[in-house]
């Protein structure tokens, strides 16, 4: 017996929200059109950030170089188990560039391949250029090779955002009126932060509101990668992404991807909605930090024996909002890389306390978080800097690190 994750009813919702943005090749397409630098910097300048990405055009020429660490300590990086460097909390373009300014000024930093930004995608983040602003300096100057925005269930979005989903998909939102023309979905679950912020509690017919928040960011600014925390949403993400091969989700820890059951669990819905060419739209997912090491080599082990090729992450390091005080996933870090087993490693935070090394700076409105971009600059300059140290030493180990682009020659 087998019961099948979407209804009919569910499949002609998503169907007609992704006709609705032209069909599936027509957003891949947009998307596309969308990631080129001139075509970004082009926009960002007509809506004020002009002179932001050229500040980061000359903070990255200053940033420390792969090769010259390797040629210092003459390393041999031949042993099985590769190393990517994620680091977290890449507020807007304000804060992602406060950051490469101390990066450069270090001049010592090898700086994440993997960017990780938990911002509310609000009609001012999408539409006023920030988000693309940030895109660009991400991925065009520095040359990130993954960028994750996230879409929050609970964001304010236009009354009329809802009206058009409601006609589209024939599904109902419950929500509350917040004036100004603005409404909210109705969270219900008001225990955590988590729950309502965090985008965890889908409940109904929700899922939609993500997909449709996912589709807006990217289709406005070329945005390919984003956060999925919850079940259904991830299931939706699946079925949604099969015709879009250049739209891709991370899994959240907050999912609690803690064991192997639970990793399966996530198998079965990849499987469920895979690609023609055998691929799913989930790039990567984050093992939860209850996870030992032989939890997480077993994980590696069952994804690579499943045929999906999907990258594993794990916590180095964590704020105390995440999980326990003085978190440390270190040492466990190397013995994965021991086993020969690939493993991204991801700062929440550096292990410090820090002034906005919380959740807190994660659920700032955009004003104040732009307000403040000095303070949680200095919060991800310092993750940076300890995923540096960390990655250096796993390169020592004989171990491949990868960084961003600009940290090559």
């Given at each position: 017996?087998h019961?099948?994750?979407?209804?009919?009813k569910?499949?002609k919702?998503?169907d007609?929200?992704?006709d609705?943005?032209?069909g599936p090749?027509?957003?891949?397409?947009k998307?596309?059109s969308?990631?080129?630098y001139?075509?970004?910097?082009?926009?960002a300048g007509?809506?004020?950030?002009?002179?932001?990405l050229?500040?980061a055009e000359?903070?990255?020429k200053s940033?420390?170089?792969?090769?010259?660490f390797v040629?210092?300590?003459?390393l041999q990086?031949?042993k099985?188990?590769?190393?990517?460097?994620?680091?977290s909390?890449f507020?807007?373009s304000?804060?992602?560039?406060?950051c490469m300014r101390?990066?450069a000024?270090?001049g010592?930093?090898?700086f994440p391949t993997?960017?990780?930004s938990?911002v509310?995608?609000t009609?001012?983040y999408i539409f006023s250029?920030?988000?693309l602003s940030?895109?660009a300096?991400?991925e065009n100057?520095?040359?990130a090779s993954?960028?994750?925005?996230t879409n929050?269930?609970?964001?304010?979005?236009?009354?009329e955002r809802?009206?058009r989903?409601?006609k589209?998909t024939?599904?109902t939102?419950?929500?509350?009126?917040?004036?100004?023309?603005f409404?909210?979905i109705?969270l219900?679950?008001?225990?955590?932060?988590?729950?309502?912020?965090?985008?965890?509690?889908?409940g109904?017919n929700?899922h939609i509101?993500y997909?449709d928040g996912?589709?807006?960011?990217s289709?406005?600014t070329g945005?390919n990668f984003?956060?999925?925390?919850s079940?259904?949403?991830?299931?939706?993400?699946c079925?949604?992404a099969?015709?879009?091969?250049?739209?891709?989700?991370k899994?959240?820890?907050?999912?609690s991807?803690q064991n192997?059951?639970q990793l399966?669990?996530?198998?079965?819905?990849?499987?469920e909605y895979l690609?023609d060419d055998?691929?799913t739209?989930?790039?990567?997912?984050n093992?939860?930090n209850?996870?030992t090491?032989?939890?997480?080599?077993q994980?590696s082990?069952e994804?690579e024996?499943?045929?999906l090729?999907?990258l594993l992450a794990?916590?180095l390091r964590?704020?105390p909002?995440?999980?326990?005080?003085?978190?440390?996933?270190?040492e466990?870090a190397?013995k994965?890389?021991?086993?020969g087993?690939?493993l991204?490693?991801k700062?929440e935070?550096?292990?410090?306390?820090r002034?906005?090394?919380?959740?807190?700076?994660?659920?700032?409105?955009d004003?104040e978080r732009n307000?403040?971009?000095?303070?949680?600059?200095d919060?991800?300059y310092h993750?940076?800097?300890?995923?540096d140290k960390?990655a250096?030493?796993?390169?020592?180990?004989?171990h491949?690190?990868?960084?961003?682009?600009?940290s090559?020659?």
């Amino acid at each position: 017996m087998h019961f099948n994750l979407l209804s009919d009813k569910d499949l002609k919702a998503i169907d007609a929200l992704l006709d609705s943005y032209g069909g599936p090749k027509e957003i891949s397409r947009k998307i596309e059109s969308m990631r080129d630098y001139p075509t970004r910097k082009k926009i960002a300048g007509e809506k004020g950030y002009g002179a932001t990405l050229e500040q980061a055009e000359e903070y990255a020429k200053s940033f420390a170089k792969v090769e010259d660490f390797v040629e210092r300590h003459n390393l041999q990086l031949d042993k099985k188990g590769i190393c990517t460097a994620q680091v977290s909390g890449f507020q807007g373009s304000p804060v992602t560039l406060e950051c490469m300014r101390k990066v450069a000024e270090s001049g010592d930093v090898l700086f994440p391949t993997e960017m990780i930004s938990v911002v509310a995608l609000t009609e001012q983040y999408i539409f006023s250029g920030d988000l693309l602003s940030t895109l660009a300096m991400a991925e065009n100057i520095l040359g990130a090779s993954k960028f994750c925005s996230t879409n929050i269930i609970g964001t304010p979005l236009p009354e009329e955002r809802f009206v058009r989903m409601e006609k589209v998909t024939g599904e109902t939102f419950e929500r509350k009126a917040l004036g100004n023309g603005f409404s909210q979905i109705i969270l219900k679950n008001m225990g955590t932060a988590f729950g309502n912020l965090g985008g965890v509690e889908v409940g109904n017919n929700n899922h939609i509101v993500y997909l449709d928040g996912v589709l807006r960011a990217s289709l406005e600014t070329g945005g390919n990668f984003f956060l999925n925390p919850s079940w259904s949403t991830i299931i939706a993400a699946c079925y949604c992404a099969r015709e879009i091969p250049n739209l891709t989700f991370k899994i959240s820890m907050l999912l609690s991807t803690q064991n192997t059951i639970q990793l399966r669990m996530l198998m079965n819905i990849m499987k469920e909605y895979l690609r023609d060419d055998g691929t799913t739209p989930i790039y990567e997912i984050n093992i939860g930090n209850a996870a030992t090491t032989e939890t997480f080599i077993q994980c590696s082990e069952e994804m690579e024996a499943s045929g999906l090729d999907v990258l594993l992450a794990a916590h180095l390091r964590i704020n105390p909002d995440l999980g326990m005080e003085n978190f440390n996933w270190t040492e466990n870090a190397f013995k994965v890389f021991e086993a020969g087993r690939d493993l991204t490693i991801k700062y929440e935070s550096d292990g410090k306390s820090r002034p906005y090394d919380t959740m807190e700076a994660y659920f700032l409105g955009d004003d104040e978080r732009n307000e403040k971009s000095k303070l949680i600059g200095d919060v991800i300059y310092h993750k940076c800097v300890q995923c540096d140290k960390d990655a250096k030493e796993i390169m020592k180990r004989g171990h491949k690190a990868l960084f961003a682009e600009v940290s090559y020659r």
